[in-house]
DNA sequence: CGCGTTTTCAACAAGGTGTTGACTCTCCCG
DNA sequence: CGGGAGAGTCAACACCTTGTTGAAAACGCG
């Protein structure tokens, strides 16, 4: 996933290549992905427009690139998240769920970014959906050995329900992040969505009659 | 909120602006909003490019007047909405929904196409974040009656409930329409999101421990 | 008819993307 | 150490799309 653009690299060719990056990632601080063309990414690396695509076939291959990134982290993190379900349900899934939330705002641009760009670029696509379903294989994991102990009915699918949750957490935390309206205020979101994760996950269908 | 773009309104030239609104809607069918361009509008309509700059000042504006048609009917349609929850609390949850479901398949792709606009544009934002508050607002009364009468625990604030699960609907339901990954089966999704609700609003915040 | 308003569009301007071809620089090998 | 093979660079070009302008055609009504 490595070795994007680039043909060969040897020697000062990647400062230029990394200046890029950097530039796109602190304009995307500032301003929608869209609004930034490719003679300010240039500019930014103290290059030409043309000898940007040198090091980028387009704009999308930058973002792409700077996904990439993000995307190894996570999958980094999933595997690090700790599995104390048994002892403390809640908190555990607290925590996991606080890990999405401060993925999102550690890299709000570039997740911004590429939730807009999903829409229109296959490749983006396809490295987002893999973060998320990284996420997803996770959270269904858990709720599949939740079930299996006891501790959550299994009348509903594991798989769909981690879907919508993970989905749920993606469109609210962007909600929070873009202060869109309707939203949450950022302070209630993990506790709201812990709320939601858990009640779905270990409650039963059947709420009291009038 | 009509009489977008026009100035005046006499007689045949509203044929040509709803020539164009017919064109947009069947494009959107098949193809992106950005893959659409005004010089397609133009001609479906049996127009040049500059006439289309009469009937609406920008290709935005068309999905403008395309959402307001659909807020309309939202609106009309959340209105009529049963509130029959005493009685059957999972029915009338699910049917809820269902309408939700409904409206973004019968208006599929101005819905996906408004929802990828919101991202850059402001009035499509405001709009489509007027249409989400009206179910926030069905949604959060509800639920507060449900639990001013004892059925659902008031642990939970009523309107950061609404807000997440309605955003749920949103995500979810955009995913499975646009096929994407990872997604769930289209035959699963009222089941899936109901259950959620339910489980939500009326389950207790306590899983089992182990 | 004749005059104002509506409607239409060729032509232009601006701004973005992506490509070409030639030029420079570096460094390594003969 | 001199000459080539890349790597790296960019002016200039071609192209597409959006939005504007100004003048002309069509229409309705007195």
Redesign the pocket.
């Known amino acids: 996933m490595a070795q994007r653009g680039?043909?060969?690299?040897?020697?000062?060719?990647?400062e230029?290549q990394d200046a890029i990056l950097v530039t796109a990632e602190a304009l995307l601080g500032e301003r929608a992905f869209d609004d930034?063309?490719?003679?300010e990414l240039?500019r930014g690396a103290?290059?030409?427009?043309?000898?940007f695509?040198?090091?980028f076939?387009?704009?999308?291959e930058v973002l792409l690139a700077l996904l990439d990134r993000v995307i190894t982290e996570v999958e980094h993190r999933v595997g690090d998240l700790p599995r104390d379900f048994e002892s403390d349900p809640a908190g555990a899934w607290t925590r996991s769920i606080g890990m999405f939330v401060e993925v999102f705002v550690a890299h709000r641009g570039v997740a911004t970014a590429a939730i807009a760009a999903r829409a229109r670029n296959d490749e983006v696509r396809a490295l987002w959906s893999k973060s998320m379903q990284s996420w997803v294989d996770f959270s269904s994991d858990v709720i599949r050995s939740e079930q299996a102990r006891g501790a959550a009915p299994e009348a509903t699918d594991a798989h769909d329900l981690a879907v919508s949750l993970n989905l749920m957490n993606e469109r609210v935390i962007t909600a929070v992040l873009n202060q869109e309206t309707p939203a949450i205020a950022e302070s209630r979101a993990l506790d709201v969505l812990s709320t939601i994760w858990i009640r779905s996950i270990y409650g039963s269908a059947n709420p009291g009659r009038g």
Do not use: L, M, W
């Open positions: 680039r043909r060969t690299r040897r020697v000062s060719g990647d230029r930034i063309s490719i003679e240039a103290g290059i030409s427009r043309p000898t695509y040198f090091y076939s387009s704009k999308d």
